[in-house]
């Protein structure tokens, strides 16, 4: 069974940095791109970043470009998202997601991604 769980959530005042972190069981990791998408209280699921199932590329929504970065360790199975400089916006369930060599042009989808974690809250405070 597939199993995407992340940690790494909490309170923080804005400014401050968190990292995320998603393990994942049940898959050949190394050939899933992995994404982080996030949901806000009454707002749609959107998508913050992604990096490839190779390794070799890493995209990034324009909200968080500059402060995020997300990262892989295909050793602990595990991918990584750097919160730094955190807004207030930032707050949201934030989502690892998964998917069998995702095609680039796709890589903001909520649909293109096969599996899902239960998320994990990060709440930024002004």
């Known amino acids: 069974q597939v199993q995407l769980v992340e940690s790494g959530g909490g309170l923080v005042q804005a400014g401050g940095s968190l990292r995320l972190s998603c393990a994942a069981s049940?898959?050949?990791?190394?050939?899933?791109?992995m994404g982080w998408f996030r949901q806000a209280p009454g707002k749609d699921r959107e998508f913050v970043a992604v990096?490839?199932?190779?390794?070799?590329?890493?995209y990034y929504a324009d909200s968080v470009k500059g402060r995020f970065t997300i990262s892989r360790d295909n050793a602990k199975n595990t991918v990584y998202l750097q919160m730094n400089s955190l807004k207030p916006e930032d707050t949201a369930v934030y989502y690892c997601a998964a998917v069998f060599r995702l095609l680039a042009d796709i890589y903001y989808a909520e649909r293109a991604y096969t599996y899902w974690g239960q998320g994990t809250q990060v709440t930024v405070s002004s």
């Open positions: 049940g898959l050949t990791f190394s050939n899933y791109a």
């Open positions: 990096i490839s199932w190779r390794g070799g590329g890493t």
